[in-house]
């Protein structure tokens, strides 16, 4: 197997490494920087809980290979907060109680922090849509949404 030296920013530290040319990003932040993290459900980019933000954008990581992330900056659940608090997204998961058991919690984190930069005030329906590709087996989804729109609040807030 063939290896490829790739050199990735990953929760604002520069990471280089030499990674097997065909491992998934998924895998190499798990197994390679031990970012535990970013769970992996299906493994076929479907439930959504490998979900991390590639240069700010959403990416289903067991879809990419860590070769294609040479040079970009990833976000992973463990870089959201800053030093000694909470993402007013994470915060407002927290306060509505959107999730149980947090298998599919960095997946939602992600999408919504996707959303809400790109949409600081969405509707219930456009909240909904964003999410459709993140799957929670515990939850009715209702909470979730609510804490949609709670982290929306606390980042207008500033």
Excluded: W
């Excluded at 990581?61 to 294609?68: D, R, T």
């Excluded at 600081?120 to 456009?126: G, L, R, V």
């Amino acid at each position: 197997m063939s290896t490829v030296e790739i050199t990735v920013t990953v929760n604002g530290s520069s990471r280089t490494r030499r990674v097997p040319d065909r491992l998934l990003l998924a895998d190499f932040l798990r197994h390679e920087l031990r970012l535990t993290g970013t769970h992996v459900g299906c493994g076929h980019g479907v439930c959504g809980a490998c979900t991390v933000l590639v240069d700010g954008a959403t990416m289903r990581s067991c879809l990419m290979l860590a070769v294609q992330a040479d040079g970009a900056s990833i976000t992973t659940v463990e870089g959201l907060a800053p030093p000694g608090g909470l993402h007013p997204v994470q915060q407002a998961f927290h306060e509505l109680h959107a999730l149980q058991c947090g298998f599919c919690t960095p997946g939602f984190l992600a999408s919504t922090i996707e959303l809400l930069r790109e949409n600081p005030d969405p509707s219930e329906t456009e909240i909904r849509e964003a999410l459709h590709g993140n799957i929670c087996r515990c939850t009715g989804y209702v909470n979730i949404v609510k804490a949609v729109r709670r982290a929306a609040e606390l980042m207008r807030a500033g």
